[in-house]
């Protein structure tokens, strides 16, 4: 178990710019580039070459991987399909958060209660919120993806909606590939390249996994130690306030608007209570109302820490899952 400050360190060395200043580094390696969308395949994947070569990355590495890139039409047809734009929050939680999940996860409190508790007191991120996550993500470990990271960043990239971003993430990859932290074979994930069962997204390892078996790899993809500890680090870094929930359900009336903000304590007076029609703590804690599904359906009032989950996933419904399913977890 590792103790110290090093711990988001590998003992081999790693890119630590981070996506910003990788952004900055491709755009002064390159002036007017044409568009990827408008580039041939192989065009795009000459050019990728050059700007991993500029970064320092190895040319071997780079070869051996965009040799076997391809580009997967699936794969955009997926990120054009969100879950927010195509099922209502209801049919999404009953699909995310079923009893099954809630089983498995009280086990793996258990199982890994030392493991957690040790996490816990390094990082301050709560067993139930943690787990939670990492049942969401990964089913535990279970289902960590299938696609390749690099075919499927290399296709996002060449992809006109958000190139740049899937860009940087596939340097990253390849980063990760030429420090030996895991073998091409090995580089699964999903459809938009986050990796392990922590779904990662690269350019997320690079700055948050962390070694905490001591091994000397930050391993997301085998190591339950390091998995359960860079998915905590990632939170911490992240601005996660120890003590203070992710928010609660509520009853709010129907004239209160969605998206509004005030203090749990002003949401009391104008009429909300919490799910079993109690009244909230008067208390003076940030608070935003989400309503879901429109006026008749469920409603929540979020604080800090549910914007800290969003920094993991922008996801409205992702967000409230984790936060439903640790309290699932934390009531068992």
């Not at 070869?63 to 076997?68: F, N, V």
């Not at 899937?166 to 994930?189: P, S, T």
């Not at 996801?315 to 984790?322: K, N, Q």
Request: charged share 25%.
């Amino acid at each position: 178990m590792a103790t110290s400050d090093d711990l988001t360190c590998s003992r081999r060395t790693v890119w630590q710019g981070g996506i910003g200043t990788l952004a900055l580094l491709l755009a002064a390696g390159r002036s007017r580039p044409v568009p990827a969308a408008q580039q041939s395949w192989p065009d795009f994947l000459d050019q990728i070459a050059r700007e991993a070569r500029r970064l320092g990355i190895s040319p071997a590495t780079t070869r051996a991987a965009l040799a076997r890139a391809e580009r997967l039409e699936r794969v955009i047809e997926l990120d054009r399909r969100q879950p927010e734009g195509q099922m209502s929050f209801a049919d999404y939680i009953g699909r995310v958060i079923d009893a099954n999940r809630v089983r498995r996860g009280q086990e793996m409190l258990e199982t890994h209660r030392d493991l957690l508790e040790q996490i816990r007191f390094r990082f301050g991120v709560p067993n139930p919120t943690l787990v939670a996550l990492w049942g969401l993500e990964s089913s535990y470990g279970r289902s960590t993806g299938t696609w390749s990271v690099v075919s499927a960043l290399a296709t996002l990239a060449h992809d006109g909606r958000r190139s740049e971003f899937f860009r940087g993430e596939l340097m990253a990859a390849l980063q990760i590939l030429d420090a030996g932290d895991v073998d091409l074979d090995e580089l699964k994930g999903s459809w938009a390249g986050a990796m392990g069962q922590a779904q990662f997204m690269p350019s997320t390892y690079l700055r948050h996994a962390v070694d905490w078996d001591g091994d000397g790899q930050r391993d997301i993809w085998g190591s339950i130690p390091d998995v359960l500890a860079s998915m905590s680090n990632l939170l911490a870094r992240s601005g996660w306030r120890q003590g203070e929930l992710w928010g609660r359900e509520v009853q709010a009336p129907a004239d209160l608007p969605a998206g509004r903000r005030d203090t749990v304590a002003a949401f009391a007076k104008a009429g909300v209570r919490d799910s079993e029609g109690g009244p909230l703590p008067n208390s003076d804690m940030p608070a935003v109302l989400l309503r879901m599904d429109g006026p008749g359906g469920r409603a929540f009032l979020t604080y800090h820490n549910f914007q800290v989950i969003k920094i993991w996933n922008r996801s409205d419904y992702f967000a409230l899952s984790v936060g439903l399913l640790s309290d699932q977890l934390k009531a068992a």
